[in-house]
C-alpha cells in the first residue's frame, strides 16, 4: 500500500471516529429533549420535532461512516481508486477532492441519471 493510501486511510479513520462521537452524542440529546418536566402540546410537539432533526442528521452521519467502511475495505483489498462498476481507474483528483467516491465521474453520472 502506497504511503497516499496510508495518508488517505489515517484521515477516512479519524473521519469515522468524529461521525460516530457525533452521532452518540445526537442519540443521548434525543434521548433527553422532553424529559424536564410536564410538557404541554407546544413543548411535544418542539419535542418530536428536534428528535426528528436529529435522527435525519445522525441517518446521514450512519451513512456517511457506510461509505468510509466501504472505501477502508476497498484499501485493504488493494481496490482503492477503483470504479465498482466498470473497473477502471477513478481520476486522482476526483479521489483527492472525494476519497470515498466508489464510482468514477462517467459511472456515477449514469447512476444518478438511471439509477443502480
Known amino acids: 500500500m502506497s504511503e497516499q493510501f496510508d495518508l488517505v486511510k489515517e484521515q477516512l479513520l479519524r473521519e469515522r471516529q468524529g461521525l460516530l462521537l457525533e452521532v452518540s452524542d445526537s ?6 429533549i422532553g424529559k424536564d418536566g410536564v410538557p404541554d402540546i407546544g413543548d411535544m410537539s418542539s419535542a418530536a420535532y428536534s428528535r426528528d432533526v436529529l435522527f435525519n442528521v445522525s441517518e446521514t452521519k450512519r451513512q456517511r461512516i457506510n461509505d468510509i ?33 466508489r464510482y468514477c465521474i462517467e459511472c456515477k453520472t449514469n447512476i444518478e441519471k438511471f439509477g443502480e
Request: hydrophobic residues 30%; negative net charge; contains cysteine.
Open 27 to 32: 442519540y443521548e440529546t434525543c434521548r433527553e
Open 69 to 101: 467502511d466501504v472505501v477502508l475495505l476497498q484499501i485493504e483489498k488493494g481496490e482503492y481508486g477503483i470504479c465498482m462498476e466498470c473497473g477502471e481507474e477513478i481520476s486522482p483528483r476526483r479521489m483527492e477532492v472525494r476519497p470515498f467516491s
